[in-house]
């Protein structure tokens, strides 16, 4: 035991410098000394741990904006070749060696001898702004109809009948004939996608409610008469932020689709959107060496929609703070 014995003297040092007084201080005893934890910080840093999280937000970047910015530089007139019939239907080799070697025709001409590369972009701008308006309508009332939903029981046994009737009604039948009702326009198709397209997202989040809605906190919250809306915002939502930002990476892509879809069948937007092109190049697909002016807006939209779709899922997963320890 003696050997493991340190002897002060070895240690050079006077009695004050190892013995000195320590003052005692309540407040100080209570402190927790942790590093202070940020939420947004958290995610974004479980976000960008994964490079391939880095390589499909910069895809994404680039598609935002070539959707957004590059409709803005290019003056597109689609009709500016229409009298040349050596301009339509070509492919992008020959496009290049007849119109020029340059951004315009690396996707070709279409049958009007419009560029394929500038109409697909400024009809990604219509889809996607569509998309995200959808999107955004959607999720604030079905979250906000949602929380209230699940936690009073007399809007519960309300909701639920509506639910029970409405969402019986196959969604894109409801959306077909809202358009056909109304002219076929942008705002028209906003209108049918989010006058029920809320209802699906307030059920999920009424049932995510109802299972948190009882704990202790939310009790004792009930007994000191908070309103039901200021528990349902302040106690159980800021929970429900990884649910939130995942049903917003499926709902994004799914108003494209169904844009598309719609458009495919000759029941959507009278705007020059994907799916509109998609529609009008339709011949296009069964016409030997026309092809390409056919697949090239099919491309462009499958890769928005899978882009939008991977970056909210794994945003959505980044959100869990189960993730983030």
């Known amino acids: 035991m003696n050997e493991n014995l340190i002897d002060l003297k070895d240690l050079n040092m006077s009695e004050e410098e190892l013995f000195s007084h320590v003052d005692h201080s ?3 005893s209570e402190k927790i000394t942790a590093p202070r934890y940020s939420y947004w910080r958290s995610v974004f840093r479980v976000f960008f741990r994964k490079r391939i999280n880095i390589v499909i937000l910069s895809l994404f970047a680039v598609i935002l904006a070539f959707t957004y910015i590059y409709p803005l530089l290019v003056d597109y007139d689609p009709f500016a070749n229409l009298m040349n019939s050596s301009a339509k239907h070509l492919l992008p080799g020959v496009a290049m060696e007849r ?34 308006i959808c999107a955004a309508i959607n999720l604030i009332v079905g ?5 209230v939903w699940g936690f009073s029981k007399k809007v519960d046994i309300i909701m639920t009948e509506v639910y029970n009737i409405i969402g019986n009604v196959p969604y894109i039948l409801f959306i077909s004939v809202l358009v056909l009702i109304f002219s076929a326009g ?3 198709m906003v209108f049918a996608l989010t006058i029920t397209g809320w209802l699906g997202i307030a059920y999920f989040i009424r049932t995510q409610v109802v299972i948190i809605r009882d704990r202790e906190y939310n009790l004792a919250s009930r007994c000191l ?6 528990i349902a915002m302040k106690n159980i939502l800021p ?10 990476a499926t709902e994004i892509p799914s108003y494209i689709s169904y844009e598309v879809f719609l458009s495919y069948i000759g029941m959507g937007m009278s705007d020059m959107s994907l799916g509109r092109l998609i ?6 697909m069964l016409t030997p060496g026309w092809q390409f ?17 991977v970056v909210g899922q794994n945003l959505g997963d980044a959100s869990d703070p189960r993730t983030h320890m």
């Open 26 to 28: 309540s407040l100080e």
């Open 99 to 132: 119109l020029g070697k340059n951004i315009h025709w690396i996707l070709g001409a279409g049958a009007s001898g419009q560029s394929t590369f500038d109409a697909v972009w400024f009809g990604s701008r219509i889809s996607v702004t569509m998309a995200f």
């Open 143 to 147: 979250v906000v109809i949602g929380a």
């Open 186 to 188: 942008f705002w028209t």
């Open 225 to 230: 008469g908070t309103p039901i809306m200021r």
């Open 239 to 248: 929970f429900m932020t990884s649910v939130i930002v995942t049903l917003a």
């Open 279 to 284: 529609y009008q190049a339709e011949n296009a």
């Open 293 to 309: 002016e056919f697949w090239s807006p099919v491309a462009v939209a499958s890769i928005i929609t899978i882009v939008l779709y």
